[in-house]
């Protein structure tokens, strides 16, 4: 059995705010997490599908049908961020361009996180970088994420809602 899938995903949930009294065209926001890419997902479909150990290839000439790869349509889940591999230990999420109104908030789409235990109650630091189609240069900072698991994530979502 694979590790990863012993453990309960948590939900990451990043909020993109616009204190300015200006309007942004093309808005990208990256999160750079310290996870290996088997710990980060963008729903259920693309956790089975990165965890899933590889299919064995047909034998050869075993006939053409069997020749043809499967291609499968991407789910709507994985339609708002892409993660990019960075080395063994670190994820980039790009959540795809959007506008951005002044004095607006934004919830971005939730990404899922495979945590093991050890990590209750530890703090990862994720670098963040914004840019705009309408403006030059960029808004970047580090994210302090506190890792609630278990029981303890619960109460907080109930006291959240």
Known sequence: MIRELEYRPSLLKLELINETDDNFEDVVLEVTLPLARTRVHLGLTDAEETLRPPEEPPNWGSGRIAS??????????????ELVERGEAETLIRFFPMRTRPQTRHKMPEVMLVLAPELAGQ?????????????????????EIEVVLGEDASRLNDQAA
């Open 68 to 81: 043809i790869p499967v291609v499968r349509a991407a789910s709507m889940e994985s339609m708002h961020a």
């Open 123 to 143: 703090a990862i630091e994720a670098a963040w970088r914004a840019t705009s189609a309408s403006t030059r240069g960029q808004t970047r900072g580090v994210l």
